[in-house]
């Protein structure tokens, strides 16, 4: 499971997860791991949602920030180049993930 640090300094460290649905083993444990976060393309921070909350622009040099998806952690992951096959099985299982939300009445 690829990690970052928050950039406000806490003690929980972010999953960069792949997955659409988010890694199991760091929503089980959110104590410990954030698994939703913000990214500073600029200075290239990380915000967990408690430190960075709903701002807008990054906290350190005012970039603005953006909420990464599956596909943008596999860039992150990767330094910019994202193997093809990875690629794919994202997008497939994004989109399964989005089926089977519309299945169970989700949004």
């Known amino acids: ?53 709903e701002a807008l622009a990054c906290l350190r040099c005012g970039g603005p920030l953006e909420s990464p998806t599956p596909r943008h952690a596999l860039d992150i992951i990767f330094g910019g180049r994202i193997p093809e096959g990875l690629l794919a099985s994202i997008d497939l299982r994004a989109a399964a993930s989005e089926d089977d939300s519309k299945r169970q009445g989700g949004s």
């Open 1 to 53: 499971m690829p990690i970052a640090e928050c950039a406000g300094g806490c003690p929980r460290v972010i999953s960069l997860s792949v997955d659409p649905a988010g890694n199991p083993v760091a929503a089980a444990q959110p104590e410990h791991f954030a698994t939703r976060y913000q990214h500073c393309p600029s200075c290239r921070r990380f915000w967990c949602e408690r430190c960075g909350g």
